[in-house]
């Protein structure tokens, strides 16, 4: 048989970060001695509480299908959340539980994205956005920030970027891969230039609970007239260190968009798994605060440590972030080709980071601090003796 693919799914890559993170794993497996800094998960264990809610769930024989959208008693634990942590108002209507916060991407872009409908993404932007848009048939228009400007979009970039066919805005904040944060003054300075406009705001707050400077501002918080055009995304992969149990939201005050999306998820999905459902209520309802704080605690501590030591190797350099767990570094002044720089580093000295070419900039790599401080301490020692040989 001649099998014939259809051009949507030819065209899409695979994830830069998934494809360095299954090389490492397969030298590894070859027993080559591999320091993997490439993974976007914490290393921390599920907390117990939530575990132990998913048990009850089996045992007490939750493991039906249910509502489509979520069941009553998490979109409720949800609502009561975005309230509490957000400042942000969303009925039980206007919520839609998806099968992680991708999932949750993937149905706003079905839903939103017609034929040549432009998406603004600041750059470096996380790696499936530009694939889910050109899914879509959308177009990426790509606004790159530098370092100088903390990887942040500038209110001149945007008004210079918005035409007419602009349909979305993304913004990730904190941000994968650079881990700035936008304050206040900053959302508010974007919600002035949209206010008017027909333009959506894809504000993903995946990474919220890791901040380490300053306070994290929900992009929907700054206004009646942001809220409006905002589609908030989140989930509990990060948070909660729940990236098996593929648990993600939105939340739009649209309830016609919520409605479709809805339709949409009905067909090819049903819910999302049952326990997994009845687990992600004891991660938002404040049983596991505890846990988020120690791993928040954690993860500081191994950015302060990470960055440090990485400043201290010439030819390197990198800006401290506010949060998420990733550093964005430079190396730009010993090869400009990040995904040799990668290459090299992972075939010479075995160190696993994603260049930033994947991420839309060029001379940078991405290192996960979400390991352990051991690991991180060796890996950049053996990053230090790499450096020293170029
Ligand atoms: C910015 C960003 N959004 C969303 C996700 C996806 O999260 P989930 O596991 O909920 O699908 C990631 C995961 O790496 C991410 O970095």
Redesign the pocket.
């Known amino acids: 048989m001649q099998a014939h693919y259809t051009n949507r799914v030819t065209n899409l890559s695979e994830s830069i ?1 998934l494809a360095i993170s299954s090389l490492a794993r397969e030298l590894k497996a070859q027993g080559k001695d591999i320091l993997s800094f490439s993974a ?2 914490p290393d921390f264990d599920t907390p117990q509480v939530i575990k132990d809610a998913a048990i009850l769930a089996i045992q007490e024989g939750f493991t039906k299908y249910t509502a489509t959208a979520g069941i009553p008693e998490l979109l409720n634990a949800i609502s009561q959340k975005l309230q509490r942590d957000n400042n942000l108002s969303y009925s039980t209507k206007e919520i839609i539980v998806s ?7 993937f149905n706003v872009f079905q839903a939103l994205i017609q034929q040549d409908d432009e998406v603004i993404i600041p750059s470096p932007y ?1 790696v ?1 956005y530009p694939e889910l848009v050109t899914f879509s048939n959308g177009k990426n228009i790509f606004i790159q920030t530098s370092e100088e400007n903390h990887f942040k979009i500038t209110k001149e970039q945007l008004k210079a970027a918005i035409t007419p066919k602009t349909k979305i805005l993304i913004l ?1 904040s904190p ?2 891969p650079t881990g700035m944060v936008y304050s206040r003054k900053e959302l508010e300075e974007i919600a002035e230039i949209l206010k008017g406009t027909n333009i959506w705001v894809l504000s ?1 707050e ?2 919220e609970k890791l901040i380490y400077e300053g306070t994290f501002i929900s992009t929907g918080s700054i206004s009646q007239d942001m809220l409006e055009r905002t589609i908030t ?1 989140n ?4 948070a909660v260190a729940m ?1 098996g149990w ?3 939201y939105l939340a739009s005050k649209d309830q016609k968009l919520c409605k479709l999306i809805n339709n949409l998820q009905g067909q090819a999905l049903s819910n999302i798994n049952s326990i997994t459902q009845k687990a992600a209520i004891a991660g938002l309802n404040g049983s596991a605060d505890k846990d988020i704080e120690n791993m928040r605690v954690a993860f500081k501590q191994r950015r302060d440590f990470a960055c440090e030591k990485l400043n201290a190797i010439p030819g390197l350099s990198v800006s401290k972030p506010d949060g ?1 767990f990733y550093l964005f570094i430079n190396c730009s002044a010993i090869n400009k080709d990040s995904m040799q720089f990668c290459k090299d580093l992972l075939e010479q000295v075995g160190v696993a980071v994603v260049p930033g070419v994947g991420f839309g900039m060029d001379g940078y790599f991405r290192f996960s601090f979400a390991t352990d401080l051991k690991s991180i301490e060796e890996g950049i020692q053996r990053i230090s003796n790499f450096v020293a040989k170029q």
């Open positions: 970060t976007g998960e099968s992680g916060a991708k999932h949750s991407l996380w499936t990730t941000s994968n993903d995946i990474y995304i989930g509990l992969s990060k990236t593929r648990m993600g998420a």
